[in-house]
């Protein structure tokens, strides 16, 4: 009879062992996958704080950079090898909000590429959120603004304008907008894209300077200095351009 029981108490220890060590195992590793998730998570936000400093910066001079999202986006990918997406859902630039203006709103949407043992899932979804202000030289008081709250606000309108000529905003893709250079930053992707002028010298230029370029023709970057860029264009919100008193071209809008 105990000979029975000693086999029966193995054979339920055996059959214990059977169910809770791979539950264990698994329980482990998604520990460890959840850790990796948010280690990710913890550097999309910080490349974000670090290109929104330095977008911060570059708005003291400029009006508006419209190739943020795309830069921003290159970086994220390079440094976090564990991303398989990631894209801007939103951006939007110097806006106003509960009297505070020149404000900037940043979301991140990210797919990280970490299989989960439990739900077998192969990717994660991760989104980050950033407020901050454009440097302006003025000084003052933060408050806490909820975003879904600004996000009810309407959707911003970017116009291009002249900012050392002309009184009208345009569409993108104005016959008037069309001729004249745009205002960028250089970054890997207008390398990519443009050549340094060799007129101007932009090739000394460091990452991050401002450039101007023309995107319906021509290869090559240039120097605010240089004699080839006459006028050219920058982008802003709609309203900001009726504020500082541009009106509608009669043209394209």
Not at 57 to 74: G, K
Request: charged share 25%; aromatic share 12%; glycine share 4%.
């Amino acid at each position: 009879m105990s000979k029975n029981i000693r086999n029966n108490k193995k054979g339920f220890l055996s059959l214990e062992a059977s169910i809770f060590v791979p539950l264990f195992v698994i329980a482990v590793l998604t520990f460890g996958y959840l850790i990796k998730v948010s280690i990710a998570s913890e550097n999309i936000m910080h490349v974000m704080a670090d290109e929104s400093r330095r977008l911060s910066m570059y708005l003291y001079q400029i009006e508006a950079n419209p190739v943020f999202p795309y830069s921003l986006t290159l970086r994220i990918l390079d440094e976090n090898k564990d991303i398989d997406s990631t894209y801007v859902e939103t951006f939007r630039q110097r806006f106003e909000h509960s009297g505070k203006d020149d404000l900037i709103a940043l979301r991140v949407s990210s797919e990280i590429k970490i299989k989960l043992p439990i739900v077998f899932q192969e990717k994660v979804d991760v989104s980050d959120v950033l407020l901050f202000r454009a440097f302006t030289g003025r000084e003052y008081i933060p408050e806490y603004i909820n975003y879904d709250k600004m996000e009810d606000d309407e959707e911003s309108r970017i116009v291009w304008v002249f900012p050392r000529a002309g009184e009208r905003y345009h569409e993108e893709f104005c016959r008037y907008i069309n001729v004249a250079a745009k205002q960028g930053i250089l970054t890997a992707a207008m390398l990519a894209n443009y050549a340094p002028c060799s007129l101007c010298g932009a090739g000394n230029l460091s990452s991050g300077s401002v450039v101007y370029y023309f995107t319906s023709s021509g290869s090559v970057f240039h120097k605010g200095s240089c004699y080839i860029v006459e006028r050219y264009v920058i982008s802003m919100d709609e309203k900001d351009a009726v504020s500082k008193g541009y009106s509608p071209c009669s043209v394209c809008i």
